[in-house]
């Protein structure tokens, strides 16, 4: 199976910064894209950006300019640089990977992949 670890979540003061790592292991054909969604404290979740294959990118309007997500595609890695922190940062952050293919025995599967998430509080 194909699992998605995250890694790199904390606690920070405003204008600080953090940098978020997800791998992505298992028996992995093809990654259509990745990509870091946020559920901040009894909202829904929302993409944050996302990275496809030919390393487009695209960003939530309240992160531009202060986010960069990056990907290193030898090692299934996707990274988000968060910089200039606010408070309303504050969420649980996803990795996904959308339609990602996978072999299952003697087949391959597509599927979307979740990571457990990772906690980051911006606060003075």
């Known amino acids: 199976q194909v699992q998605l670890v995250e890694s790199g979540g904390g606690l920070v003061q405003p204008g600080g910064s953090l940098r978020l790592s997800c791998t992505a292991s298992?028996?992995?054909?093809?990654?259509?894209?990745m990509a870091w969604y946020r559920q901040p404290p009894g909202k829904q979740r929302e993409l944050v950006a996302k990275?496809?294959?030919?390393?487009?990118?695209n960003y939530a309007d309240s992160v531009k300019g202060r986010f960069t997500i990056s990907r290193d595609s030898a090692e299934n890695t996707v990274y988000l640089q968060m910089n200039s922190l606010k408070p309303e940062d504050t969420a649980v952050y996803y990795c996904?990977?959308?339609?990602?293919?996978?072999?299952?025995?003697?087949?391959?599967?597509?599927?979307?992949?979740w990571g457990q998430g990772t906690q980051v509080s911006v606060s003075s």
């Open positions: 996904n990977a959308p339609g990602l293919t996978y072999r299952r025995g003697v087949h391959y599967d597509t599927d979307d992949f």
């Open positions: 298992g028996d992995i054909f093809r990654i259509n894209a």
């Open positions: 990275v496809w294959h030919d390393d487009n990118t």
